[in-house]
């Protein structure tokens, strides 16, 4: 069965820092890993996939990379604004065993950028 | 709006009662997810629909949840006889996919479930 972890569960930085979220997952064999931000009582908002046969993508000030053999990604934020205080989730779409493809979430790390 | 929608955005109801929820998907998106996620924890998966089908059904689905997309466009989740441990934000997302992979997931606003 597929876990994610993400570290740390909540960050706290200045205005202006660059900082990195981490996502972990157990098993390597999946199709591809997406990055969502969740602001308090709402949906999630997609940020970046990556496809298995990636390395990295890059969105603005947001880029994200994969290395799936040794089962991890990272999200980089630059420059990092008020705006950008959220919670952020991994997930990774992996085999089911039901015969299908699903998404299995991390718990989330709760960013908070203080001005 | 292009999005997914999802509504009723909130609803309150008491122990017993039945509850439904309404997901219009992305129009061109033919597979379309319901998850739920309760406080601090990720959204958790429930069932998936690809056009009117509906392929795979988690065991946290039990028999009070029953969901359909006829003629696979909108979808409805429904639960009987709710209990107070239904209380968690139910999520639906779309995408546009082939094969057995899930593809791009969009997500709506959530409909929240409170159980008195």
């Known amino acids: 069965k597929q876990e994610v972890t993400q570290i740390p569960a909540a960050l706290s930085v200045p205005e202006g820092e660059n900082l990195v979220l981490n996502c972990s997952f157990t098993d390597s064999a999946i199709y591809n890993l997406q990055w969502f931000r969740q602001d308090p009582g709402k949906g999630l908002t997609s940020l970046l996939l990556?496809?298995?046969?990636?390395r990295e993508q890059t969105s603005g000030r947001l880029n994200a990379s994969l290395d799936k053999s040794s089962g991890r990604s990272t999200l980089y934020i630059a420059a990092s604004q008020p705006g950008d205080s959220a919670t952020y989730l991994c997930?990774?779409?992996?085999?089911?065993?039901?015969?299908?493809?699903?998404?299995?979430f991390g718990k989330g790390t709760k960013l908070s950028v203080i001005p | 709006d292009t999005g997914v929608s999802q509504n009723p955005r909130h609803k309150i109801t008491k122990r017993g009662q039945n509850v439904t929820f309404r997901c219009d998907p992305i129009s061109e998106h033919n597979r379309l997810y319901w998850y739920r996620q309760t406080l601090g924890q990720g959204p958790e998966f429930l069932t998936y629909f690809q056009n009117e089908a509906q392929l795979e059904k988690s065991r946290l689905l039990s028999d009070r949840f029953s969901a359909e997309r006829p003629k696979g466009s909108f979808s409805t989740l429904e639960i009987q006889r709710t209990e107070q441990g239904d209380s968690a934000m139910y999520l639906c997302?779309?995408?546009?996919?082939?094969?057995?992979?899930?593809?791009?997931?969009?997500f709506g606003e959530g409909s929240r479930l409170t159980v008195l």
């Open positions: 997930a990774v779409s992996s085999y089911s065993g039901a015969g299908s493809y699903q998404l299995t």
């Open positions: 997302a779309s995408s546009l996919a082939k094969g057995g992979d899930t593809g791009e997931l969009f």
């Open positions: 990556i496809q298995s046969s990636q």
